[in-house]
Nanobody
Framework: QVQLLESGGGLVHAGGSLRLSCAAS????????MGWYRQPPGKQRELVATITSGGYPVYTDSVLGRFTITRDNTRNTVYLQMDSLKPEDTAVYYC??????????????????WGQGTQVTVAS
Protein backbone atom coordinates (compact mmCIF):
# COMPACT_ATOMS: atom_id res chain seq x y z
CA GLN A 1 0.00 0.00 0.00
CA VAL A 2 1.24 3.46 -0.90
CA GLN A 3 0.41 6.36 1.34
CA LEU A 4 0.99 10.10 0.90
CA LEU A 5 0.72 11.87 4.23
CA GLU A 6 0.39 15.65 4.16
CA SER A 7 0.97 18.11 6.96
CA GLY A 8 1.44 21.83 7.48
CA GLY A 9 -1.89 23.37 6.52
CA GLY A 10 -3.67 25.92 8.66
CA LEU A 11 -4.96 29.46 8.98
CA VAL A 12 -2.74 32.42 8.15
CA HIS A 13 -3.28 36.11 7.42
CA ALA A 14 -2.64 37.58 4.00
CA GLY A 15 1.06 38.11 3.43
CA GLY A 16 1.98 35.26 5.72
CA SER A 17 3.73 31.96 5.03
CA LEU A 18 3.06 28.26 5.40
CA ARG A 19 5.09 25.19 4.57
CA LEU A 20 3.38 22.00 3.45
CA SER A 21 5.05 18.59 3.65
CA CYS A 22 4.08 15.30 2.05
CA ALA A 23 5.81 12.05 2.96
CA ALA A 24 5.39 8.99 0.76
CA SER A 25 5.55 5.48 2.16
CA UNK A 26 5.00 2.01 0.74
CA UNK A 27 6.58 -0.66 -1.40
CA UNK A 28 7.51 1.14 -4.61
CA UNK A 29 10.70 1.08 -6.65
CA UNK A 30 10.99 4.81 -7.06
CA UNK A 31 9.05 8.05 -7.09
CA UNK A 32 8.94 10.01 -10.32
CA UNK A 33 7.19 13.36 -10.51
CA MET A 34 5.62 14.68 -7.31
CA GLY A 35 3.42 17.70 -7.02
CA TRP A 36 0.85 19.80 -5.26
CA TYR A 37 -2.66 20.53 -6.46
CA ARG A 38 -5.39 22.56 -4.80
CA GLN A 39 -9.16 22.79 -4.85
CA PRO A 40 -10.60 26.19 -3.89
CA PRO A 41 -14.14 26.27 -2.48
CA GLY A 42 -16.68 25.59 -5.22
CA LYS A 43 -14.03 25.12 -7.90
CA GLN A 44 -12.22 22.28 -9.64
CA ARG A 45 -8.88 20.88 -8.54
CA GLU A 46 -5.97 22.70 -10.18
CA LEU A 47 -2.24 22.30 -10.51
CA VAL A 48 -0.03 24.34 -8.18
CA ALA A 49 3.46 22.95 -8.78
CA THR A 50 5.28 19.79 -9.75
CA ILE A 51 8.87 18.63 -9.40
CA THR A 52 10.67 15.83 -11.21
CA SER A 53 12.85 13.22 -9.52
CA GLY A 54 15.82 15.29 -10.67
CA GLY A 55 14.48 18.41 -8.99
CA TYR A 56 13.11 20.35 -11.96
CA PRO A 57 10.13 22.47 -10.82
CA VAL A 58 7.11 23.71 -12.75
CA TYR A 59 4.66 26.27 -11.34
CA THR A 60 1.27 27.57 -12.30
CA ASP A 61 1.45 31.28 -13.15
CA SER A 62 -0.55 32.47 -10.15
CA VAL A 63 2.03 31.17 -7.63
CA LEU A 64 5.22 31.92 -9.57
CA GLY A 65 7.63 33.88 -7.38
CA ARG A 66 5.65 33.20 -4.20
CA PHE A 67 5.68 29.40 -3.83
CA THR A 68 8.69 27.06 -3.91
CA ILE A 69 8.47 23.31 -4.39
CA THR A 70 11.36 21.10 -3.27
CA ARG A 71 11.86 17.43 -2.51
CA ASP A 72 14.11 15.25 -0.40
CA ASN A 73 14.53 11.95 -2.21
CA THR A 74 16.22 10.36 0.82
CA ARG A 75 13.04 10.95 2.82
CA ASN A 76 10.54 10.44 -0.06
CA THR A 77 9.15 13.83 0.85
CA VAL A 78 8.00 16.82 -1.15
CA TYR A 79 7.58 20.31 0.30
CA LEU A 80 5.71 23.42 -0.72
CA GLN A 81 6.93 26.68 0.80
CA MET A 82 4.17 29.26 0.39
CA ASP A 83 5.07 32.91 0.95
CA SER A 84 3.14 36.14 0.40
CA LEU A 85 -0.10 34.22 0.71
CA LYS A 86 -3.28 35.74 -0.65
CA PRO A 87 -6.92 35.04 0.21
CA GLU A 88 -7.33 33.47 -3.24
CA ASP A 89 -4.79 30.80 -2.20
CA THR A 90 -7.42 29.42 0.18
CA ALA A 91 -8.06 25.80 -0.80
CA VAL A 92 -7.61 22.19 0.13
CA TYR A 93 -4.09 21.27 -0.99
CA TYR A 94 -3.43 17.76 -2.25
CA CYS A 95 -0.11 15.98 -2.65
CA UNK A 96 0.37 13.89 -5.79
CA UNK A 97 2.97 11.30 -6.61
CA UNK A 98 3.82 8.96 -9.49
CA UNK A 99 5.38 5.73 -8.24
CA UNK A 100 7.15 3.01 -10.19
CA UNK A 101 6.64 -0.66 -9.32
CA UNK A 102 8.04 -4.03 -10.41
CA UNK A 103 6.00 -5.77 -13.08
CA UNK A 104 6.56 -9.23 -14.54
CA UNK A 105 10.19 -10.02 -15.26
CA UNK A 106 11.96 -6.78 -16.15
CA UNK A 107 8.74 -4.84 -16.68
CA UNK A 108 7.99 -1.72 -14.70
CA UNK A 109 4.74 0.19 -14.37
CA UNK A 110 3.69 3.50 -12.90
CA UNK A 111 0.73 4.42 -10.71
CA UNK A 112 -0.52 7.80 -9.52
CA UNK A 113 -1.45 8.45 -5.91
CA TRP A 114 -3.06 11.29 -3.96
CA GLY A 115 -2.88 12.44 -0.38
CA GLN A 116 -5.96 13.08 1.72
CA GLY A 117 -5.66 16.85 1.47
CA THR A 118 -4.81 19.61 3.93
CA GLN A 119 -6.76 22.84 4.37
CA VAL A 120 -5.04 26.17 3.81
CA THR A 121 -7.04 29.25 4.75
CA VAL A 122 -5.73 32.76 4.12
CA ALA A 123 -7.63 35.50 5.91
CA SER A 124 -7.70 39.00 4.47
Amino acid sequence: QVQLLESGGGLVHAGGSLRLSCAASGSFLSINTMGWYRQPPGKQRELVATITSGGYPVYTDSVLGRFTITRDNTRNTVYLQMDSLKPEDTAVYYCNGHMTFHGKGWDRYEREYWGQGTQVTVAS
